[in-house]
């Protein structure tokens, strides 16, 4: 198919024709269209929007990133990032045409090419521990969902290597992450990237001490740091709402501890809150269950006609747990 993109920004206006082959209903694709003195990213045929970064950006981008990365000349790095995710565009070297996740395939890639730097989402690294992986890599490094310590553990006993964690986003490139040298904290993404002042803020868009949950925010004022977009091109209320105060919100749910590392946390009570929004829902709670890949996640909803409670009337959310994991490790 032909993807036309018709871009407007005041009284300027830009038009591509983008060929578009062996793209399904469902699929994501990045784009990256120049323009000076701006370029915008774009998720086609799935976008929300379009995120405008200025051009010197990009090259910002390139920089920040290389630092995590660390890079030579004689490696060959390995990102297994969709197209439809920005990361596929500032650190992408090697590319493997592999349509659906096969763990065969990847270990045969990295097993029939000099690939020394690999970058994977966590899920990908818990698959690829069940089988042998001992191969020629040097550097690992993972991003797009918090990756679960005992993964990062077995990798270590099998390879002899760490995992290096990575956050951003498409708006942002590298928020934070463990860089080379670092103490890695399982658990954590690590701290702050260069150039990024990096807290944790409450509603009101104020710090809230090390140790407390709250939205990770990004410092706009007074320096606003480069490689933070611009703006949701033709969409000015929903690019005001991500500011509070002196921060860009980031709309993650986070802590920072005592020696400046950051923890994503997504607190059950966010989910509880959204599900009692629902007219038919009296009241909720929200325990994890065991899962094979992913070690423990909220997937399932069960309908009861009460919830154990303490004389005081707070649930009895340990109960819950209990119960749940019992039931699914029977």
């Keep these: 198919m032909y993807c036309c993109c018709l871009l407007q920004n005041g009284q300027r206006s830009a038009l591509w024709w983008v060929e578009v082959r062996w793209i399904w209903k469902g699929d994501c694709m990045f784009l990256v269209l120049p323009r000076v003195p701006e370029w915008w990213l774009v998720n086609v045929p799935c976008s ?146 260069p150039g990024y002042d990096v807290q944790v803020v409450d509603e009101d868009g104020s710090v809230v001490p090390h140790g407390q949950e709250g939205d990770l925010g990004i410092r706009v004022k007074p320096d606003r740091p480069f490689s933070l977009f611009t703006e949701y091109t033709g969409e000015p209320e929903r690019t005001a709402e991500c500011f509070c105060g002196e921060f860009y919100l980031t709309s993650d749910w986070g802590m920072m501890d005592n020696e400046g590392y950051l923890w994503y946390r997504i607190g059950p009570f966010e989910v509880e809150n959204s599900l009692i929004e629902h007219p038919a829902v009296a009241e909720s709670a929200v325990v994890s269950s065991p899962d094979p890949v992913r070690g423990e996640v909220a997937q399932y909803i069960e309908f009861v006609d009460h919830l154990p409670k303490t004389v005081s009337g707070k649930i009895r959310r340990v109960e819950l747990r209990k119960k749940e994991w019992g039931q699914q490790s029977s």
């Design 48 to 193: 929300n929007g379009l995120v405008r970064h200025m051009l010197r950006d990009f090259q910002d981008s390139f920089t920040l990133v290389r630092y995590w990365l660390d890079l030579t000349e004689q490696d060959v790095f390995w990102n297994m990032s969709d197209t439809g995710w920005a990361k596929s565009a500032w650190s992408s070297v090697f590319v493997h045409h592999m349509p659906p996740f096969d763990t065969s395939t990847v270990l045969k890639t990295l097993s029939s090419y000099p690939i020394t730097f690999f970058c994977t989402a966590p899920t990908a690294f818990q698959m690829l521990v069940q089988d042998d992986i001992s191969r020629a890599l040097e550097h690992c490094l993972c991003a797009g969902e918090p990756i679960n310590p005992e993964v990062m553990w077995k990798w270590k006993e099998l390879t002899g290597l760490d995992i290096y964690e990575g956050y951003g986003q498409t708006e942002t490139v590298l928020i934070a992450g463990t860089f080379k040298g670092m103490k890695i904290k399982p658990g954590s993404f690590g701290k702050a990237s």
